[in-house]
């Protein structure tokens, strides 16, 4: 049967090396669009992070959804506006917290166009995601939070090497309780346990009535592992994970080689 919703990541799928959507991968996905196939960011990046590309793309229109933060929220597409969320609160702040202080990392947490953070030197990843996502950074020391504050996710950072080193002393309950992704080498993300870009794309599809054989989707990380459990076609880029390609149907270009527009035209056209 024919794909009806292809499901994409952003950075290293989507995006070229310089954050951008290729003129032939735009045009792609037009005729994708023209096809009446639902056409789904989702990215780990908040909405604002998403917005442009949106804008760039002609799917910031009503009828149009995305998924941000890695499957904390479902938006309308049109104006941002979560129909769907899995949030945080800071109960989670104060204690993902104490633990990167332990640990000697750095934590940031992303609350709806805003960056909070209580590390007095602000860590240069965080600095990162600031600027990929078009979002300010506030440091706010812990004990002035407002108590009523809800997070779309929490950031936990450092250079990739300590970061892999100190994982594994993270509480083996702290994996029973939230979703915890690796999303790129720097960076560790908590999410709420019921938050991650399969079950978002799950309950897109039954918003859309489609079936699991009518969904594409792809990636490049292994926070995208998700998004293949939800689709019958599930295409890793080139440059992706070697764990995401075994477990892809298929494997396209680089994203610095047009990969996601050759998978849509082999696959979903």
């Not at 950075?11 to 996905?29: E, F, W």
């Amino acid at each position: 049967m024919a794909v009806k919703l292809i499901a994409i990541d952003l950075d290293g799928t989507l995006l070229n090396t310089h954050h951008q959507v290729s003129d032939y991968v735009a045009n792609v996905l037009q005729q994708a669009k023209k096809n009446n196939i639902h056409i789904i960011l989702a990215s780990g990046r908040p909405y604002s992070g998403i917005q442009p590309y949106l804008q760039q793309l002609g799917l910031d229109k009503a009828g149009n959804y995305c998924i941000s933060n890695n499957g904390s929220v479902i938006h309308d597409a049109s104006n941002g506006n979560h129909l769907i969320d899995f949030l945080l609160g800071m109960d989670d702040y104060q204690k993902i917290y104490q633990q990167t202080e332990e640990l000697a990392l750095s934590l940031h947490a992303l609350g709806d166009h805003k960056i909070f953070t209580a590390n007095k030197v602000i860590g240069f990843y965080t600095t990162h995601e600031a600027y990929l996502s078009n979002t300010l950074i506030h440091y706010v020391p812990m004990d002035e939070m407002p108590k009523d504050l809800l997070f779309t996710k929490l950031m936990i950072s450092s250079e990739e090497n300590y970061l892999s080193s100190v994982i594994k002393k993270i509480p083996a309950s702290y994996f029973q309780q939230y979703t915890l992704v690796r999303s790129t080498p720097y960076f560790l993300e908590v999410l709420n346990k019921n938050a991650n870009k399969g079950l978002a794309i799950q309950a897109l599809a039954q918003q859309l009535d489609l079936y699991k054989h009518e969904i594409m989707c792809i990636g490049d990380q292994n926070n995208d592992l998700p998004m293949f459990d939800a689709a019958g076609i599930c295409v890793a880029m080139e440059n992706a994970t070697e764990e995401l390609k075994s477990r892809a149907t298929y494997i396209t270009s680089c994203n610095d080689s047009d990969g996601v527009a050759k998978a849509i035209e082999q696959y979903a056209l």
